[in-house]
């Protein structure tokens, strides 16, 4: 079965850390393009990190830029995105996606078809 599944979200404090994790089943994570998106209520879903299977080059968006880092376990068969200094406009659902059509040079939602259920991240102040 395909499949993508986020954990680590949680509460933390405004300055904090969290790594958040995304396993895949079903198939090989390191063949495909995967990117990390958030969604905070009333917003649109926003990439915010992702790593290109090509030459493993990444993308950061402004708001993280710093502050997040994406990685790859192939091993685990795992991506990872670390998130240091937390803010309290970092709250949202975190979610995982990979590109199985094959496309995807950016970090744009509508280049990625398989998605996680997502991870909710709340950052107190």
């Known amino acids: 079965q395909v499949q993508l599944v986020e954990s680590g979200g949680g509460l933390v404090e405004a300055g904090g850390s969290l790594r958040l994790s995304c396993v895949a089943s079903?198939?090989?994570?390191?063949?495909?393009?995967v990117g990390w998106f958030r969604q905070a209520p009333g917003k649109e879903r926003e990439g915010i990190a992702c790593?290109?299977?090509?030459?493993?080059?990444?993308y950061y968006a402004d708001s993280v830029q710093g502050r997040v880092t994406i990685s790859r376990d192939s091993g685990k068969n795992r991506v990872y995105l670390q998130i240091d200094s937390l803010k309290p406009e970092d709250t949202a659902v975190y979610y995982c996606?990979?590109?199985?059509?094959?496309?995807?040079?950016?970090?744009?939602?509508?280049?990625?078809?398989?998605w996680g259920q997502g991870t909710q991240v709340t950052v107190s102040s």
């Open positions: 790593i290109f299977k090509n030459d493993g080059s990444k």
């Open positions: 996606a990979t590109d199985f059509e094959d496309i995807a040079t950016m970090c744009r939602t509508d280049l990625y078809d398989w």
């Open positions: 079903g198939f090989t994570l390191d063949y495909y393009a």
